[in-house]
């Protein structure tokens, strides 16, 4: 890198057109390797509180803690956010029936795509005030680098005992997003601020996640249960995971730092149509996987996947417990997907009546599945 340049005054632009390229929360990391960080993910993979995330193993921790392993002459990081707490969505009109929730984050329009389009719109800015030989490298989530680490160090928040950043402005309604560069720009300090003797986040978990402050077992999580979980949800966890139906906000909600956020999303990640905080459970049962791709298309919901979500509304709807969903259940015991099958034999368990045991009866001589017939048993032995 050029000797000459100016790189305090470098840093001041390179924050203001972050800025300009919408991204309100700004701030400068060392591009050092995140110690700290990685002894804390070896310990909980060695607690076994990934279990459930194959590939989230020991390597993959290291390697994610050195950004040089993505650019060997890294120097520094630049720490964006954005937030995504939009305005509450009023019920879509005209879909009675039980509803279930989906997390604020997954309301609107899949922030990876979203927050690319514009880190390759800042980055191609950035080229232009920077010296020659600049490199850049973009991260948004999905890649290998420590994002709540960089935004800590950056002086972007602080790690609340949820395990989640928390922000003065925002609170921990942000998405996160990097730019790994050569450019040697001055590091910003971390902010002292942490969240004392509060513990709200702790209790307001109802699957007891989070097992100590910071430290959450992700296989209790609901978030994990009801998005990267691919197959059925433990028993014993499903009443605890009420009507979400994808992701959770509870531990968010009982944040103190939260309910002075600011309500500053941009409109991408406002509530969507079709979607929303509280959709109508009985038309998503009934989806099929055209429907689905159709209805969630460019959204965060497409993670978990028809199988997946259908799995979630099952669920939701056993632990509501309203007759009304039975009819509905029973068609879904002849859905194609054993998933979707066993779950639903499972929430006409829950909710119970004549006509929930029929369908279960019913279903029970066709099944071929041995782990749907498993949960039709333990369905029709329930008082």
């Known amino acids: 890198m050029d000797t000459d340049v100016d790189y305090g005054a470098l840093k001041v632009a390179v924050k203001r057109l972050a800025r300009q390229h919408g991204f309100p929360l700004v701030g400068v990391a060392s591009a050092a390797p ?8 070896l310990e909980r993979i060695e607690e ?36 995504y707490n939009a305005p509450e969505a009023v019920d879509e009109p005209g879909e009675a029936g039980p509803r279930g929730r989906v997390a604020r984050y997954a309301r609107g329009k899949d922030y990876h795509r979203e927050i690319g389009d514009r880190l390759k719109a800042y980055c191609a800015d950035l080229r232009t005030l920077g010296p020659p030989g600049l490199a850049v490298k973009t991260f ?14 950056a002086g972007l928040g602080w790690y609340g005992k949820n395990s989640n950043l928390l922000t003065h402005r925002f609170g921990s309604w942000v998405f996160l997003a990097e730019v790994l560069t050569n450019l040697p720009l001055p590091p910003d300090e971390p902010v002292r601020t942490h969240c004392g003797s509060c513990e709200r986040c702790r209790p307001a978990c109802p699957t007891n996640a989070i097992v100590r402050p910071g430290v959450v077992d992700n296989d209790r999580c609901i978030s994990y249960l009801t998005i990267e979980l691919r197959g059925p949800i433990p028993r014993d966890l499903r009443p605890a995971i009420g009507d979400w139906i994808f992701g959770c906000d509870l531990c968010q909600e009982a ?8 309500t500053a999303a941009p409109p991408a990640y ?9 959709p109508a459970l009985l038309p998503l049962l009934r989806l099929s996987e055209e429907e689905f791709r159709t209805r969630f298309r460019s ?6 996947g028809r199988r997946g979500l259908l799995r979630n509304v099952c669920v939701a709807l056993g632990n509501l417990g309203d007759p009304t969903s039975v009819p509905a259940l029973a068609e879904a015991l002849g859905d194609d997907e054993p998933l979707v099958r066993g779950h639903a034999a499972w929430a006409l368990g829950r909710i119970g009546g004549d006509e929930a045991r029929r369908a279960l009866t019913d279903r029970r001589s066709l099944e071929s599945d041995r782990w749907v017939r498993e949960e039709i048993d333990l369905a029709l032995g329930m008082p």
Do not use: Q
Not at 140 to 147: E, S
Not at 255 to 262: G, L, Q, S, T, Y
């Open 48 to 83: 076994g509180l990934f279990s459930g995330l194959a590939w989230f193993t020991a390597d993959r921790a290291r390697f994610s803690c050195d950004p040089r392993n993505h650019l060997p002459d890294a120097r520094s990081l630049i720490a964006l956010g954005v937030s």
């Open 255 to 262: 944040c103190p730092v939260n309910r002075k956020a600011e």
């Open 270 to 278: 406002w509530p969507s149509e079709g979607i929303g905080a509280r």
């Open 140 to 153: 948004v989530d999905t890649g290998r680098l420590v994002d709540r680490a960089v935004a800590e160090r």
């Open 34 to 41: 995140f110690e700290r960080a990685e002894r804390s993910l």
């Open 299 to 304: 959204t965060p919901l497409t993670r978990a």
